[in-house]
């Protein structure tokens, strides 16, 4: 867990950082970064989706995953959340819900979050969950100063999620073969891809709602393993 413990505290530094900047830059720069990170987080996740091996698994996956996501539509769910604790914190840095939500999803379906917390579990190696602490603190300093102090919330998601991946991993080792991790990743760069394109205004896709899909993979090992 000390991986996913320095990455929630990394977020958490860098979007007090970018709070206490946040006065100081003109709603003009603000807009500029925030349209630079997106372009940023987009060649991010279309760099991972092309990595994958079987891109019929990756199609099956958003679809299948996409359906349960609507069906239980997690992101009404957060936003419900978001917009509770932006209620008990009305006027105290503005776009809660929306930094929380979209910081979130930022850091916790890329393929470093699920590689690294599944590195962490198995094998004891922190570093890729170290590289992404340096990454992600830098990039809250950005988006906290751009989406308000929400985003630091997202710490807390980073902490549950990836303190799961752990604690999992190792139950799970069986199943964990390379190309499921492969095609985990690619499912969870496919979903960056959609978060930058909401960032940059182009849509509102509802990725929360596609998180499920990075987990039919795992489903798919098992039929192969039943069969075979």
């Known amino acids: 867990m000390l991986g996913t413990i320095v990455n929630a505290l990394a977020i958490l530094a860098g979007s007090l950082l970018g709070f206490v900047l946040k006065g100081g830059i003109p709603e003009r720069i603000n807009d500029t970064i925030i349209k630079g990170l997106s372009l940023c987080v987009l060649i991010i996740g279309i760099s991972g989706a092309i990595k994958t ?3 019929l698994l990756v199609i099956c996956s958003v679809a299948i995953g996409g359906l349960i996501g609507e069906i239980i539509d997690i992101d009404k769910g957060l936003k419900k959340l978001g917009d509770f604790i932006e209620s008990k914190l009305s006027g105290k840095g503005g776009k809660i819900s929306e930094g ?6 930022m850091y916790c379906v890329g393929a470093m979050a699920i590689v690294g917390s599944l590195e962490s579990g198995l094998s004891g190696n922190h ?4 590289a992404k602490s340096i990454i992600d603190g830098i990039s809250s300093i950005m988006f906290t100063s751009s989406l308000g102090i929400g985003v630091a919330l997202s710490a807390v998601s980073v902490f549950i999620y990836q303190g799961i991946i752990t604690l999992s991993a190792s139950a799970l080792q069986g199943l964990l073969v390379t190309s499921v991790i492969s095609e985990i990743s690619a499912v969870g760069s496919l979903l960056i891809v959609g978060l930058a394109f909401n960032m940059m205004g182009v849509t509102k896709i509802k990725v929360a709602n596609l998180l499920p899909a ?7 090992q098992i039929i192969l393993n039943i069969i075979s």
């Open 53 to 55: 091996n079987n891109m």
């Open 100 to 105: 929380f939500i979209t910081a979130s999803l």
């Open 127 to 130: 570093k890729t969950l170290f």
């Open 214 to 220: 990075v987990l039919i993979p795992i489903f798919y």
